[in-house]
């Protein structure tokens, strides 16, 4: 099982092909945001990776991350990410502070939309 380490907050192993945000909440019990509900819509389930970032991303992310400006190295959608491998990340959006009344919509088993694969 992949191993999530969390700055901070503890190691946590994730059943394979998890997707990162599902692990944060349910696994580790953080409260990073996820405001569009796991969709790639909008940035608020950004974590900084510290090790172990994944060397593709979906098409939706990167798109994602272009229009909203977001080009910090090491920052991803946790939304757009399968844990299948050992990472280690920092969670930088969190409820905690955000003024918002709740972590957000609740998120699919399955990465959507459909995951188109590319370089990132």
């Known amino acids: 099982m992949p191993k999530l380490t969390i700055e901070g ?26 405001a569009c509900g796991g969709f790639s819509r909008c940035t608020t389930c950004r974590v900084e990776f510290l090790d172990g970032e994944p060397d593709k991303m979906t098409a939706a992310e990167k798109e994602t991350l272009k229009v909203r400006e977001v080009d910090q190295p090491g920052v991803r959608l946790s939304c757009q990410i399968a844990c299948d491998h050992d990472m280690s990340v920092r969670l930088i959006s969190r409820l905690e502070g955000s003024g918002r009344k709740d972590q957000g919509s609740p998120v699919a088993d399955d990465i959507e939309p459909t995951p188109n694969w590319v370089e990132k």
């Open 9 to 34: 907050v503890g190691e946590f192993e994730v059943a394979p092909g998890k997707r990162l945000i599902k692990a944060l909440v349910e696994d580790a019990g953080t409260d990073q945001l996820h």
